[in-house]
């Protein structure tokens, strides 16, 4: 079968760095997104990566290793109002996205 | 209007009701989508249409009736719903649906109350 796996909860502090890890077992490979859900609202698109490496994108950066299954998010200097759910998503063989459940990310003060 | 558009945002049926589920994009997309999103759970798609046509129907129940009249919109009827059929219903459109890069856009979803 198909599969992400994120954690289910993340705590921060406001300003560090923090990391959200994805991995996945999916029927083929092209493409693996990342998405933002603030509570109530739609998720929106942060990033996207196809090839192994690091693509940065201001204060967020996402990594992909193929080889592993295995990608990340960073976010770095920490702000308030990144407090949401992170969703990863892979796109399989048939062109279908399929998602993880989601991590939420607690920011605290 | 830009974006996804959905309405109604809040909707609460008892089992016996019929009701619609709207969605508008205003994005020029050609691929639209219905998913259930529940707690804690990854999102479920339910159909997918690209051109107007469905290409994906995930072994969703016949209580849930999908239409596309045409590539900017989209609707989910409803009928002899369950309580458990209670959770967040997010549309989403994308350029079309058979490529790799296929960033979809969501509107902010329906949130559904089956009594």
């Known amino acids: 079968g198909q599969n992400i796996d994120q954690p289910t909860e993340m705590t921060a502090t406001e300003g560090a760095i923090v990391q959200i890890n994805c991995t996945y077992q999916?029927?083929?490979?092209?493409?693996l997104f990342w998405y933002q859900q603030h509570a109530g609202e739609a998720p929106t698109f942060l990033s996207y990566n196809v090839l192994d490496g690091l693509e940065e994108k201001g204060r967020f950066s996402s990594f992909l290793s193929r080889s592993k299954g295995y990608s990340y998010l960073l976010l770095k200097e920490l702000q308030m109002k990144d407090s949401a759910s992170y969703l990863c998503?892979?796109?399989?063989?048939?062109?279908?996205?399929?998602w993880g459940a989601g991590t939420k990310l607690i920011i605290k003060p | 209007e830009t974006g996804v558009t959905q309405t109604p945002r809040h909707l609460v049926m008892g089992m016996t009701n019929k009701k619609s589920l709207k969605c508008e994009q205003h994005l020029g997309h050609n691929a639209m989508y219905w998913y259930k999103q529940s707690a804690k759970k990854p999102l479920e798609l339910m159909f997918v249409y690209n051109f107007k046509e469905q290409t994906e129907n995930n072994s969703v129940p016949s209580r849930f009736s999908p239409e596309c009249p045409n590539s900017s919109h989209l609707f989910l009827h409803l009928h002899t719903l369950q309580p458990e059929d209670s959770a967040l219903y997010l549309c989403a459109s994308s350029q079309d649906s058979g490529s790799s890069y296929n960033e979809q856009f969501f509107g902010p979803g329906t949130r559904l109350t089956v009594l």
């Open positions: 998503a892979v796109v399989d063989s048939n062109y279908q996205l399929i």
């Open positions: 999916t029927s083929g490979f092209n493409g």
